[in-house]
């Protein structure tokens, strides 16, 4: 499996000079399966300049696309995503049960003329939607595991097993949500249990939650902890806060590293930057 991050904000599209070596598009992440299925997590503006490669690569394309849940940070690059504009595009989109009627709803509702001059009916490409099957979704060689995690709305978490290797991906997700938990700390830390790669929501510091409970996002020593009872070889910690400029989202990381690392001192941490690939 190759994994290569295309988006690596939170809520909003921040570029400019201050998130140059991050990244300032919003949350995309493209894996390559061994088999070369293309597997897409999410539609935030990254998926924009992941659309322009594709193109530039190959035709025709078969892709699967899959929403963790509908907000506007997660999905508002799709309408600007290349590949949607030819006929020799396939897309199967996939979300979790119950959610794909709302995820097609939403995704013609904001290419609605209101918002955009390019209705979704007229896209050229063959887009089908299709619902995450239970217990695991069988996607080329690999299988697909989803995790409702903790963040308003109807959101999930999905894990990539391709033989031995598993890559897990679990944006916007509160660990420790001070209402009734759609999982528990400990079906989280058996979902990660032993991955090569996990990428997870680190929006937040421990002493910026006071105020920001039930917002559904989690603080880069909650992902450390995390980790210590898991086990993954790799973790990536994403969804940065769009206000945080590089230099504090580096400071932060290495201070919080100096204080908690040893809590995982058998896994790597590095921060989700754009362009970044890892192969498992």
């Given at each position: 499996m190759k994994i290569k991050l295309w988006g690596t904000r939170g809520s909003i599209p921040v570029p400019g000079p201050d998130t140059f070596r991050y990244g300032g598009n919003t949350t995309c992440v493209e894996v390559r399966l061994d088999d070369g299925t293309i597997v897409i997590f999410d539609a935030g503006t990254g998926i924009r300049p992941l659309g322009l490669a594709l193109m530039a690569e190959r035709q025709p394309l078969d892709l699967k696309l899959i929403f963790t849940h509908t907000h506007w940070d997660h999905l508002?690059?799709?309408?600007?995503?290349?590949?949607?504009?030819?006929?020799?595009?396939?897309?199967?989109?996939?979300?979790?049960p119950n959610t794909s009627a709302d995820l097609k709803q939403t995704l013609i509702s904001q290419m609605d003329f209101k918002y955009f001059p390019i209705n979704f009916k007229s896209l050229k490409s063959q887009i089908i939607f299709e619902e995450v099957v239970q217990p695991e979704h069988l996607i080329g060689n690999a299988r697909l595991f989803s995790i409702p995690?903790?963040?308003?709305?109807?959101?999930?978490?999905?894990?990539?097993?391709?033989?031995?290797?598993?890559?897990?991906?679990?944006?916007?997700?509160?660990?420790?949500?001070?209402?009734?938990?759609?999982?528990?700390?400990?079906?989280?830390?058996?979902?990660?249990?032993?991955?090569?790669?996990?990428?997870?929501?680190?929006?937040?510091?421990?002493?910026?939650?006071?105020?920001?409970?039930?917002?559904?996002?989690?603080?880069?020593?909650?992902?450390?902890?995390?980790?210590?009872?898991?086990?993954?070889?790799?973790?990536?910690?994403?969804?940065?806060?769009?206000?945080?400029?590089?230099?504090?989202?580096?400071?932060?990381?290495?201070?919080t590293l100096k204080r908690k690392a040893a809590d995982a001192a058998n896994t790597i941490f590095v921060l989700a930057k754009e362009g970044d690939s890892f192969n498992i």
């Open positions: 508002q690059g799709f309408p600007f995503f290349e590949p949607i504009n030819h006929a020799s595009t396939r897309i199967t989109i996939l979300s979790a995690t903790n963040h308003p709305g109807s959101t999930f978490g999905y894990k990539l097993v391709a033989g031995n290797r598993s890559f897990v991906f679990l944006t916007d997700n509160e660990l420790r949500p001070h209402i009734p938990a759609k999982s528990t700390w400990q079906d989280f830390v058996e979902f990660c249990q032993g991955s090569d790669l996990m990428l997870h929501d680190a929006m937040w510091m421990d002493d910026e939650l006071t105020d920001k409970r039930g917002w559904g996002h989690s603080s880069m020593e909650q992902v450390i902890e995390l980790a210590a009872q898991a086990h993954p070889k790799t973790v990536i910690l994403s969804h940065h806060l769009p206000r945080r400029s590089d230099q504090e989202l580096e400071e932060r990381f290495n201070e």
